[in-house]
């Protein structure tokens, strides 16, 4: 999708009867797709197409022959078992990139495996540090590990592009969740390496630096973050509790860390005494950061949000006006004006194998009735 963003054109191939698995993850649903589908599908042309079927094998061999990239997410060994594998294409398109993107990588013990967005969390260590201090485990509210999994191959695929550039030659690309996942971690990961210190669940809290964190308001919550002197001296301010800002325990971000309960529980005092709106008065225009714990319509009625841009608008024959979060990132003097909506089923196949493989016609429905392709979902 960011590559289709960015102006690719994008050909989704996808099973002529069920199609992309998430068309059906639901409710809710707009029309007959899911927004789960809607959500993550625009800019890309759908062809349906059998590869197990020698003549949709033959479809997507002469793709590769026309096309800068292939991006799948089979289990290893699975194209290579019907002639598609990243070693057959080379032989006819030696300029392909070919991106697999897998749960655990390419090959090893657990390569065989299927990969899920929250396995591969639990895996990486990303449930173990999400959650309340005193509670269980909790699942990132999105799939973060498939998001960042997303971006990683984005860029790795750039990155080809350029190299290909030079050397006229593409290459194979191994990116998987479990590894994004693991370097995803960061920091905790570097304080286990390093230092030897298990991480542990901090809620809204941070491991590292104090105050970082959610606090209770007297209608609500706020999120606060002071992550150097000058921006504790000015909370402590902001907060008309200047002596803190003086006090030897919380002199320096580390001793703020060394002594985290009793500043947490002053701060915690001092937040509930007022609303959510009167603390955000205080702060405004003071160089400190801060924010709301917003919900979906908060989100979707921000100022900044919507100055942003980020609501992006389109029209889809069977969900009517589809709504996504649009684009994050602008780029000067060449912004796209429209995008195509999430298309549905088998919808491009016809304009795809006729415009750019010049199939007729008459052998696009003898491979229609014979299973091989569908023409337009019904």
Not at 187 to 197: C, K, T
Not at 302 to 315: A, C, G, R, T
Request: charged residues 20%; negative net charge.
């Amino acid at each position: 999708m960011v590559l289709g963003d960015l102006g690719a054109e994008v050909i989704k191939v996808e099973r002529p009867d069920t199609g992309d698995d998430t068309r059906s993850w639901g409710p809710p649903f707009c029309g007959t797709e899911s927004a789960y589908f809607l959500s993550v599908n625009r800019n890309k042309k759908s062809i349906a197409v059998n590869l197990k079927d020698p003549k949709g094998a033959k479809i997507i061999k002469q793709l590769a022959e026309k096309s800068d990239v292939l991006v799948e997410n089979y289990l290893p060994g699975k194209l290579e078992e019907m002639g598609l594998g990243y070693h057959h294409l080379r032989q006819h398109a030696p300029h392909l990139i070919h991106c697999s993107i897998t749960g655990y990588g390419s090959d090893g013990p657990y390569a065989k495996r299927g990969g899920y967005d929250v396995i591969a969390a639990a895996m990486g260590g990303l449930l173990h540090i999400t959650g309340p201090e005193d509670g269980d485990p909790v699942r990132v509210g999105v799939a973060m590990t498939d998001l960042a999994t997303g971006l990683m191959a984005h860029g790795a695929i750039m990155a080809a592009l350029l190299q290909r550039h030079r050397t006229g030659v593409g290459q194979h690309i191994d990116c998987n969740l479990l590894s994004t996942q693991v370097a995803c971690i960061s920091h905790i990961a570097a304080n286990y390496l390093m230092a030897g210190q298990e991480a542990r669940r901090w809620g809204t809290g941070h491991e590292s630096i104090v105050p970082y964190q959610a606090f209770k308001t007297a209608d609500g919550r706020l999120i606060v973050g002071a992550g150097n002197n000058n921006l504790f001296r000015t909370l402590c301010k902001g907060l008309e509790l200047e002596h803190l800002a003086d006090d030897p325990r919380y002199a320096s971000n580390q001793l703020r860390v060394e002594n985290r309960k009793q500043l947490i529980a002053t701060l915690a005092q001092r937040f509930s005494e007022k609303t959510t709106d009167e603390w955000f008065a205080v702060f405004e225009g003071s160089g400190f950061p801060y924010g709301p714990i917003n919900n979906m319509e908060q989100v979707f009625s921000n100022p900044q949000v919507l100055h942003n841009k980020m609501i992006l608008e389109m029209d889809h024959p069977g969900a009517g006006t589809v709504r996504v979060p649009g684009p994050a990132v602008k780029y000067t003097g060449s912004e796209r004006e429209t995008h195509l909506p999430p298309p549905t089923l088998g919808q491009h196949t016809a304009e795809v194998l006729g415009n750019l493989l010049q199939y007729t016609e008459k052998e696009m429905q003898d491979l229609s009735q014979v299973g091989a392709i569908r023409i337009q979902d019904s």
